[in-house]
């Protein structure tokens, strides 16, 4: 570790490291079970409420692109205890909305917070963790942040069943709270030296020498495909399971936490098989994952709920595998500017994000065969850049390690 965590300790640390990278599920899926309520208590409509979603996850990237540079510069506690600060009063001022655009604006607001602590929560990975470690805090990190989206819409429930769904904003206020103290105890990763010299211009320099790797940025926009299909489905899913297949709110937070669990599973399974394998040979596995679940789910994902259901599970293996691994494979491929890099891999991901939640409400035929068709569009994208990169003779330093991030036998090769 590049600086003793003395206050908080290590454990503590890769505790706050993860809670941080959590802040997408703990800020958008514990309301989703309370949509349909929400519309009825806010008068307004689907595509409104939406607004919300895409708005907030379009404010978190944005967000993404300012932080990340400015933690290179000024340290990874100030600008990250600032915006946890405005996500924690801004989670609060959600709660307390009298309609969906004050809601839509405050949660602009609180997206800034969000996007601050998970591009933070990469920043710490890359600053204090090296090669196979590293690739085991991501993969570690990963599952929680797959366990996210499967426990906050029962935890959600839970509290809207009781407190109703304003309660679910407080409690994203007090999470972020706690985040901030820690956050305050925590040694700063990137010390002074770290940063001596370092003005505007040579932050912009770095920032200009990751987008001009075009290997890197090609791959940056493969590796977002399948939550290109995924924030699609999170847009629509209760719509999906309680409008097209009658669940009620309990029903469909178990339907979630059973996709995501076993996808957790499989992660796990696919990191053990091929730990010793060049990550080049993985790439055609997640272009399968996502296209064939992707045909199925529009031939026959609307017949009925347990079809939809079973046809999803690869794709939610594809996706909690191809988070950490991407993640690793960049991160291996670049030396430096952690924050910048960080920034730009979590703005390109939640962009792609955002336009699936959009695209996901036009007018298909329903809503499964929306993401059906958003699945095998991310695939085809996918595909298509791979090409690219084989035809340009693009070459990765990260593709050539192995899952645990070690550079492979020369047999291996």
């Not at 719509?239 to 097209?244: D, F, L, S």
């Not at 298909?364 to 340009?392: E, H, Q, T, V």
Request: net charge neutral; with cysteine.
């Amino acid at each position: 570790m590049a600086a003793e965590q003395n206050i908080l300790g290590p454990k503590t640390f890769l505790g706050m490291v993860i809670l941080l990278g959590m802040f997408g599920p703990i800020s958008t899926d514990m309301y989703l079970p309370a949509l349909p309520e929400m519309a009825s208590d806010l008068g307004a409509d689907a595509a409104a409420l939406n607004a919300t979603l895409y708005g907030f996850m379009f404010g978190m990237a944005a967000s993404m692109l300012f932080i990340g540079p400015l933690s290179d510069r000024w340290g990874r506690k100030r600008p990250l205890a600032v915006c946890l600060a405005m996500y924690a009063s801004a989670s609060a001022a959600c709660g307390l909305s009298g309609d969906v655009w004050s809601l839509i604006a405050f949660r602009i607001v609180q997206s800034i917070g969000a996007g601050a602590s998970i591009t933070m929560s990469a920043a710490f990975i890359k600053d204090s963790y090296e090669g196979s470690v590293r690739m085991r805090v991501l993969n570690i990190n990963a599952a929680v942040r797959v366990l996210g989206p499967m426990l906050s819409p029962i935890i959600g429930a839970a509290f809207i069943s009781v407190w109703g769904w304003r309660s679910t904003f407080y409690v994203s206020a007090a999470v972020s709270l706690v985040c901030l103290a820690m956050v305050l105890l925590a040694t700063e990763t990137l010390p002074e030296d770290g940063r001596a010299g370092r003005g505007f211009g040579d932050v912009a320099r770095g920032a200009k020498s990751i987008a001009s790797d075009r290997p890197l940025m090609v791959f940056m926009v493969m590796s977002s495909m399948m939550n290109f299909a995924f924030m699609g489905y999170l847009s629509v899913s209760s719509y999906i399971y309680e409008g097209m297949f009658g669940f009620g709110e309990s029903e469909y937070s178990l339907a979630l936490a059973a996709a995501m669990l076993f996808g957790t599973s499989g992660m796990i399974a696919i990191n053990h098989a091929t730990k010793n394998v060049p990550n080049r040979r993985r790439l055609p596995m997640y272009a399968l994952l996502e296209a064939i679940p992707g045909a199925l789910i529009i031939m026959f994902g609307s017949q009925c709920w347990w079809a939809f259901f079973l046809f999803f599970l690869p794709f939610i293996v594809g996706l909690a595998s191809m988070s950490p691994w991407g993640m690793g494979v960049m991160m291996a491929s670049h030396d430096g500017d952690n924050g910048i890099l960080s920034g730009l891999i979590n703005f390109v991901y939640f962009t792609f994000g955002c336009i699936g939640m959009m695209a996901s409400t036009l007018p298909f035929p329903d809503y499964a065969a929306a993401l059906g068709s958003l699945m095998l569009i991310g695939a085809l994208i996918y595909c298509a850049l791979w090409a690219a990169m084989r035809a340009g003779d693009m070459r990765l330093k990260g593709l050539e390690m192995t899952g645990s991030g070690e550079m492979p036998e020369s047999g291996e090769r």
